[in-house]
């Protein structure tokens, strides 16, 4: 059974993490795609599976400004990860909050970041 539990969405495409049970292994499965609609093609399109969602998650976390895309979803099992990974990423590349402008309330909205 697979579940999702992480979405980003942009107008170049998504990056998605879906949890996957089968006979009480669990796995994660990143999917990532980029399309151009200037050309009307995919660029790339892959899936890559992981043990975790913590190295799934990094994945993304380490090459895109995440934070500045669209977060469609997330599971309320990873909100807390996912809201600490936040504030160390803003922290490490001295980001000002205020410089997320109308990202903020997208961010709010999915990660409860006042609590």
């Known amino acids: 059974m697979k579940e999702l539990v992480f979405k980003l969405l942009s107008e170049g495409g998504s990056l998605k993490i879906e949890r996957e049970n089968h006979n009480q292994v669990e796995k994660f499965l990143y999917y990532h795609n980029e399309y151009d609609p200037i050309a009307d093609e995919i660029l ?32 309320e099992d990873y909100k807390k990860y996912v809201k600490l990974e936040l504030i160390k990423t803003l922290q490490h590349h001295q980001i000002p909050v205020s410089d997320l402008n109308y990202h903020l309330d997208n961010l709010n909205d999915k990660l409860d970041l006042e609590d």
């Open 44 to 75: 790339s399109d892959f899936v890559t599976e992981y043990e975790n969602f913590e190295d799934a998650f990094q994945t993304i976390n380490e090459k895109y400004p995440w934070f500045r895309l669209h977060l469609d979803f997330i599971h």
